[in-house]
Structures are given as C-alpha cells and as structure tokens.
C-alpha cells in the first residue's frame, strides 16, 4: 500500500528531494528554485540574511567575480563560507551537469565529478603533502572512496577520517 | 530499534514524510498506519519485487565479502548490499591479523602448533561458554582460510604475531598492518566475478514466509545517519541472504540493554555504522539470538588518540616483552599477556589508565616502524631517555616503580614471571637501553560476542530451534562461537572460515521461485 502511494507521488518526492538538498540556514525557509541565477541568493532565501552586512550586491556575479575579493589563496576564501554547490554554480556548473537530466535527479556519480576534477590519480597527487596521511590515499580505501563521502555539495562537508582519527582537515 | 510494536508504524510514517507528507494524504496515512503496522509485522510480502537475485549478501566486510565470493562460484547471481557510504565496515579499519594454527609462517618460525591447541585456547578464553562444534569449525579451518585468502583472493600476509591468550604466537598479520588488504582484495576479486556491490542500502526487514527467507525490503539512497533518507524497495533472494552485518559495539541503546553498564561513557573502537538494527531485523523475522551480554573491551586502546588507534599495536607487540604498571603504585598488577576480558576489568578495576612500557630494544625488534612512528605523531606513545623521565610525565612514584623495573628484567633474564605469571618471549630482553617507550591504556568497547544463532552450515536457527530455511549468517553478527571472550585475531579467521560456509551454502541452495 505505501509502495502505491509512493508511485503516485512523484512530484511531491521532487519537492522532498529538493528541500532535503537544500542548505540550512539558522532560522530560514529555504525554497529552491533550480532556475534562479547562481547569485540570486534572495530567489532561494528569500528575505534571508545570508551574506554579511553591507556586501556588495551578487545577483549579476559569477565564481570569477566573486575571487576579485575572496581569493582562494587567501583567508577571504569562499571555501569554508559558502557550500560547494553554490560555488559550482557560480562557475557555471547547473543542477544537470551533476544531476543528470532525468525527470527524477539522481545523487552526483563519482564518474561526474571526475569528468571535471580528475582523473582520481590527479587528486591523489594533488593532497601527496597533506599531512598527517593523504585523505584521497588512505590505508583502509586507498582512492577508492566516493567524493560525496566527505565533499558535500549541499550541506557541511564531512572529515571522515575524523569517526576515528584526531586529523585536523580542512575539507572543501 | 528493538521497539517490536512501534517499529513497523514508525517506518510507514517514516514513508510518508519522505514522499512529500502531502496534508491531503494525512488523513488516510492515519487510517492507514495500524494496518501496514501489522502487515509488516506479520511479515508481509510485497505484490512486485524491484529487483531479483538468487542471493543476497548484506555487509563489505570479512565475512561478507567472503560469502559473495563463494555464493557466485556455487553458481549464484549475487547482490552485496552496504548501509554505508564507504565499504569494509570494521574490516577496513581492523589490525590484520589472521589466527591459523600449524601456518606456514609458524612452520618457518618452528613455532608447534595444532587446530586441538587453539580450540582449547578459544575454550579457555570463552570460559567454556563457546558452542564447542562452532569453535572447532573455526579451528579446523582456519589455516585453509588464510591460505584461501592468500592465493586464492591474493592477499599479502607476511608477519607471525603474538596475541594475548593465545598459547604460542600463530596470528598472521597483513603486510599493511590493516584489515584493509584482505578486504580490498576481496572487494577487487567479488567484482572481477561478476557480483554487484551497492552502497547506501540499509536492510530494513527481512520477508519471511511459512519459515522461509524470500527477500528483503531495504532503503535505497540512504544517506547514514539520516534514517529518513532514501526510498524503500524489495529485493527477492530466489536462494537465500547472507547476513554479515557485524556487531553492534557502537549501539549504546542496544548494548545497555545487554551490559547497563556500557553506558556512553565508553567509547568504542569500531566504525560508526556498527549498530545492531541488522541483527533486530533477523530476530523480527524468528532468528534467536545468544550470549548478546558478552561484550568485549579491548585493554590496548589509548585514552590519547581516538578510536581503535595506533597504540594497540605497539600494546600488543610489546606484550611479553616490556611491563605494564599502575601508575599511582609504580607497580604490576596483572598479567600482561592475559586476554582481553582480564585485561580490560583489571584497568578497569584501577580506575584510571595503565601505563605500559618497554626500551628501544625489545620496541625496537617487536613494532613496526611506521606504527610506531604514527602512534608518536599523534602523541599517544611517549618516548623517554630515563625511566624516571617516565615517572614524572606519568606521575608515578619514582622508587617504586624503578624497582619494579628491575624486578621484571630479572624476570625476562629467568623467562618467568612468579609474580603475575606473564608469559615471557624467548627472545625477550631485559628493558635497559634508552630511549623508552611508554603509553597510557584505557579499554574501549571493542567486540560484541553474541549474536544470532548458527549451526556448522552458518544456518540461522529460529526460535522453533529449526534452521530459517533460506537465512545464512557469518562474522560477528553470530554469537557462540567465542562464547565470553573473543581472542585477539580469531575474527578474521571466524569471518573467513563461516563466510565461506554461508556463502557455499547460500549459492548452492534452492531456489524458492
């Protein structure tokens, strides 16, 4: 019976999806809107307070923008301030392009992620100093693990490592 | 969880918050939920099944892996299932160490040893509360498993290690020091033979009729912890499902059920999805479980780095060799190469940590560089050029502590101990050469010795005392098989020689539809 149920509600399960994947923000209604621009923050968080006072207005912007203030070198940068899937939006990354097209969205491939970012073997080399150990090349998975195990795109990231270990990474 | 009646209404509802919670549907959600309640509990089978395999295997770790790899060589198409984002469970994080007794290791070390001699031990640990027949299995098997997981699955072994209470040293340890290399290689060699591994999969309940295990109802897409994650599906299992779902050591509520005492004051070493819902799922479906109040802790963790750590490493290597001390005394007061139950109430009884020690020769031959390395980066093991440097970092009184030093060397020169009766390494070396080594030791939960019952076939045995036609079950998940106490590196060996069984066993069964 619930099954039944479950088949006839399709766009309510989008509707589910959409807020499940949506940021939390402390004390506001998020409603996502898939068309807005990347800079539109009001079109999902409505009247929300989401940037610092007296930030210059975003709704035209896009990543390279952005870095104009917040170089990523730098202690301004976007990483720990906004999610990642904002900043892949700005740099003119779309829902699709992670989600794929389908009517239902499915959860981001690790093949999707490495169309841009890889290959794996890049990313190993790339964190080699991390220290104390290379999160992409650990003891127990080696660079088996899903990205989305740890960089989430639509809420905090994760530090795996840290279920067991005193790692101190910044994870973006 | 192990809230019979309110499990099935808390998971209808749960299904109608995730489809949208639309308010026209309250309504007849609240009418609807008594119903499904029962029919879930009653067992219910759904009209249309997702999907069909002949054999379903839920867990990545040991005994799971094992299991798929046997299951698809009896012929089988066969699905492994993961809640986790990540594979392995406590597998990947696990020491390394594999017990066979007369291995080919021991045969170049001349270390004599039989099947007999670690039943016994297995015997004496369990204090005799082992389901003999399942001990023997393990036993017997064993050294065929390791030698399975070497050539067959190829593993690298290449180191013979001691294990408290144990008779002689016949734990054989993988070249990197984790459980990693048996599972990844498991993982590599299930996929290379056609098996599906899928994560993000809970089990959920078990469908069962007329004594019989068809399938399961699972959750796709969950996302650990979220239990409202996902959607729900039902998978046929036209020959059988293999649980290998391991133990429930970070299961607070479950645990204290069993042992009130494990409140969350104690940590555990395991992985954070070793929770018992699995295990609960199978006792909703008839399975009996044993033995549950047998909790293990290991004495070897350290209260300085988190988890199961580097220091249990060193601990154990050390053992036999170097002396473990009160610190408010300066002295010993238990038998450093006892098992691990003995052990972890004896730390326990202090109050506060132990500290152990040993000098740069006998840390020297005994640890792994890289271990020991790791463990000093992240603080837990100290190095000392004097002993009574190791006296104030601790806060132990010096002469005490110096003459129980010197006590112990003469032990190690006579190779007994009359005090605690330690057993004591022939190649043992009395503790003088700067610099030394020394950590802090606070037990934490470690493993969960019951479980559901089994037979020699890895049968899951019902409350009628009649197998679950159809249920099969391996690893720590079971109970019985190491009775009170678990002996350090006999769960590879009992996840290997019963996954393999379960695995034969579930792919070699009938096929129901």
Redesign the interface.
């Known amino acids: 019976?619930?099954?039944k149920?479950?088949k006839t509600?399709g766009?309510?399960?989008l509707?589910?999806l959409l807020v499940?994947l949506a940021p939390r923000v402390a004390g506001a209604t998020v409603r996502l809107d898939p068309k807005a621009r990347p800079g539109d923050c009001a079109a999902c968080h409505g009247a929300a307070k989401v940037l610092p006072p007296g930030h210059v207005a975003t709704r035209a912007m896009k990543a390279a923008d952005c870095a104009r203030c917040h170089d990523p070198a730098g202690p301004k940068a976007l990483g720990a301030k906004l999610p990642s899937g904002h900043r892949h939006g700005l740099a003119g990354v779309g829902c699709a392009d992670c989600h794929g097209k389908a009517a239902k969205p499915q959860?981001a491939s690790v093949e999707a992620c490495l169309a841009c970012h890889g290959p794996a073997a890049e990313l190993v080399k790339k964190t080699a100093a991390v220290k104390?150990e290379n999160p992409h090349d650990s003891?127990?998975?080696?660079p088996?693990?899903?990205c989305?195990?740890c960089h989430r795109q639509h809420e905090a990231t994760v530090n795996?490592c840290?279920?067991?270990?005193?790692f101190d990474f910044k994870v973006p | 969880m192990g809230n019979d009646g309110k499990g099935g209404t808390d998971l209808?509802r749960r299904?109608?918050?995730?489809?949208?919670?639309?308010a026209a549907?309250a309504g007849a959600a609240a009418a609807?939920i008594p119903?499904?309640a029962r029919a879930a509990e009653a067992g219910a089978v759904?009209k249309?099944w997702d999907e069909t395999v002949d054999v379903v295997v839920v867990g990545t770790g040991f005994a799971g892996l094992t299991a798929a790899i046997e299951a698809r060589n009896a012929g089988a198409k066969v699905l492994v299932l993961d809640k986790m984002?990540?594979?392995?469970g406590n597998s990947?994080?696990n020491g390394g160490d594999f017990a066979a007794p007369a291995n080919a290791f021991q045969k170049d070390a001349g270390v004599q040893d039989s099947p007999e001699l670690m039943l016994k031990d297995m015997l004496k640990a369990g204090a005799y509360l082992n389901h003999v027949e399942l001990a023997r299995m393990v036993a017997e098997n064993a050294n065929a498993a390791l030698e399975w997981s070497r050539t067959y699955v190829g593993a690298n072994f290449n180191r013979l290690n001691f294990h408290g209470g144990h008779s002689v040293k016949r734990s054989v340890q993988t070249a990197?020091q984790?459980g990693?290399e048996l599972v990844?290689k498991l993982l590599a060699k299930a996929r290379s033979l056609g098996v599906e591994v899928r994560?993000r999969t809970k089990l959920e309940r078990l469908v069962v009729k007329d004594g019989r295990v068809l399938g399961l109802q699972v959750r796709k897409?969950y996302a650990w912890p979220r239990e409202d994650?996902g959607?729900?599906a039902?998978l046929k299992a036209r020959r059988g499902v293999v649980l290998a779902t391991g133990g429930f050591s970070q299961d607070v509520k479950l645990r204290q059920v069993h042992d009130p005492r494990l409140t969350d004051k104690f940590e555990s070493t395991n992985?954070?999805g070793a929770t018992g819902e699995a295990l609960l799922a199978a006792c909703q479906a008839g399975a009996m479980d044993v033995q549950m109040d047998w909790i293990q802790l290991g004495p070897w963790t350290s209260p300085d780095?988190?988890?199961?750590?580097q220091v249990p490493q060193v601990c154990e290597r050390i053992v036999g060799y170097g002396l473990m001390v009160d610190p408010k005394t300066g002295k010993r007061f238990f038998k450093e190469t006892g098992n691990r139950k003995e052990r972890a109430d004896a730390i326990v009884l202090l109050g506060h940590p132990a500290v152990i020690l040993g000098d740069s020769v006998n840390v020297g031959k005994q640890v792994v560089p890289k271990v020991l390395n790791?463990a000093m980066?992240?603080g837990a093991v100290r190095r000392f050029d004097t002993l009574e440097a190791i006296a104030q970092a601790y806060g132990i009184p010096v002469q005490p502590f110096l003459e129980q030093v010197t006590r112990w060397n003469g032990f190690v020169e006579k190779k007994s101990d009359p005090d605690l009766g330690c057993m004591i390494f022939p190649d043992a070396k009395p503790n003088v050469a700067p610099p030394f080594y020394a950590m802090r030791l606070w037990p934490r939960v470690h493993h969960t010795m019951g479980g559901l019952v089994i037979d020699t076939e890895a049968r899951v045995i019902g409350f009628d005392m009649k197998p679950i036609v159809g249920l099969f079950a391996a690893g720590e998940v079971t109970g019985g098989v190491h009775g009170a106490v678990r002996l350090g590196s006999v769960a590879m060996a009992d996840c290997v020689v019963f996954g393999r069984i379960a695995g034969r066993n579930a792919g070699g069964g009938k096929a129901w539809a």
């Open positions: 019976m619930a099954s149920l479950l509600s766009p309510a399960l509707a589910a499940t959860p104390p003891p127990h998975w080696g088996q693990m899903e989305s195990v795996w840290a279920h067991c270990h005193t | 209808s299904r109608f918050l995730t489809t949208g919670g639309a549907l609807a119903g499904a759904p249309r984002p990540v594979h392995g990947i994080i990197n984790s990693s990844n994560l897409g994650s959607e729900p039902f992985h954070p780095e988190k988890g199961f750590g790791k980066e992240a």
